[in-house]
């Protein structure tokens, strides 16, 4: 099967294409109607497994004229209050007004800079999206949100304002708000920068400028970057950067973007492929996610919690296991509860009040990918959590795009 071979190919050359292949096969595509509200009883929300979550709504893969989805970000206007999903596509980036959930209006995309591609990420600053794909000569793409307010005749077809090809491919884009700066990572293995992150200043979101970069522990497949305010008081006001390459978990101070300087590194047992993680609001604790332990392991959704009160030496803290065997991907915090893309098994809500005492505790799911809970790519890829409506926006490879939100 074409996904056990490129995953074979994946674990042998280290290649960073462990998310899914370029499209699912025909019959994996769920396709679904736009859908209205569905509420989470008996554990069902429609053909959906759920627990205290309801669907608002939902569009599919046809409605985008896509084939696969891949990962999502959310936009608020703060001049009208609207709330926007931005979809990744394999062929380029959806933008979604999800602010009536009784009428979801699709609004257009931005196609691809260059050709498809299953791999697409994207994060806004400034009312400006930021977007690269792992398409050949990609570069990131910088589109005005704002553009989104006056949309006359739905779905347009966009123009990126600005494209800026410091870079070729790209696997992800991170983006420190507090500092106006992005880091691409998961380019060229044999660029400047060795696959870790190209340093760009965003300030002036239509001309970003190349600012260095850090690659000297190699592949950084994701990352997040903080301007640190966390119990290490060594660091306190510094940019850090943590970066999940692949096969180690590295801290980095990049506050001197000229000089940036390795803290730490940290491996751990049973690993598969170190892929994502986000810290804690305390920035105490990051919680990490390996997408190949489940599968070169058979463990449960495998979750691994670092203590890092001291930056330079982290240590392990708590490992927790999920309900199912479904490989756990993209994983955020907000306020005492981690959100995980857990592929097969959908959106797991974590309540992580309890992790300091060592205990995480499952408090909600909506399962987008009803077929199973194996160990496979397919399924929930990302998440958004962050509008305040407290809506969540969920990107399933298959089928598409789901707002979700907590049962009252």
């Known amino acids: 099967m074409k996904k ?35 509420p989470c009883e008996n554990g069902m929300a429609g053909i959906y497994p759920c627990n205290g979550y309801d669907l608002l709504g939902q569009i599919n893969l046809t409605q985008f004229s896509a084939s696969s989805a891949n990962d999502i970000w959310g936009w608020t206007d703060t001049s009208t209050g609207k709330e926007y999903a931005l979809v990744g596509l394999n062929n380029g980036t959806g933008f979604v007004d999800i602010t009536d959930t009784e009428e979801l209006i699709y609004l257009g995309k931005l196609p691809s800079a260059t050709t498809s591609s299953s791999w697409r990420d994207i994060k806004v600053y400034q009312d400006h999206a930021f977007i690269v794909s792992e398409a050949g000569g990609h570069g990131m793409q910088v589109f005005d949100l704002t553009k989104l307010r006056n949309v006359a005749n739905a779905p347009e077809t966009f123009e990126a304002d600005t494209r800026y090809t ?12 507090g500092s106006g700066y992005a880091y691409a990572v998961g380019t060229a293995r044999n660029d400047l920068y060795n696959g870790g992150a190209h340093f760009i200043d965003i300030q002036d979101p239509k001309n970003p400028i190349a600012a260095g970069g850090y690659g000297a522990n190699g592949y950084s497949h994701d990352a997040q970057v903080v301007t640190y305010n966390g119990p290490d008081i060594d660091y306190n ?35 598969g492929y170190t892929h994502q993680g986000w810290f804690s609001e305390d920035q105490r604790y990051f ?60 959106v797991r809500i974590l309540d992580i009040s309890g992790i300091d005492g060592k205990s995480i505790v499952e408090e909600g799911f909506f399962d987008t990918y009803p077929s199973n809970n194996t160990a496979a790519f397919e399924g929930v890829w990302s998440i958004y959590t962050y509008f305040e409506s407290e809506k969540i926006i969920v990107n399933d490879i298959n089928s598409g795009l789901f707002v979700i939100k907590k049962s009252n």
Do not use: W
């Not at 410091?166 to 708000?177: P, Q």
């Not at 490989?327 to 306020?335: F, M, P």
């Open 4 to 38: 056990t071979f490129l995953l074979f190919l994946c674990l042998l050359f280290l290649a960073g294409c462990s998310d899914s292949d370029d499209s699912p096969a025909d019959d994996d595509i769920i396709e679904n109607p736009q859908s209205g509200f569905l």
């Open 166 to 177: 410091g870079f070729g491919s790209a696997h992800n884009i991170v983006i420190n708000e």
């Open 237 to 271: 006001g510094q940019e850090i950067f943590i970066g999940a390459n692949e096969n180690q978990m590295t801290i980095v101070d990049i506050t001197d973007k000229d000089n940036p300087s390795e803290i730490s590194t940290i491996q751990y047992a049973n690993l």
């Open 287 to 346: 919680i990490l996610g390996d997408e190949l332990d489940e599968i070169n392991f058979g463990f449960n959704s495998r979750t691994l919690v670092f203590d890092l009160s001291d930056l330079d030496n982290p240590v392990l803290h708590y490992t927790y296991s999920g309900e199912t065997s479904a490989i756990d991907h993209n994983g955020y915090v907000k306020g005492d509860v981690f959100y995980l893309a857990n592929y097969t098994a959908g």
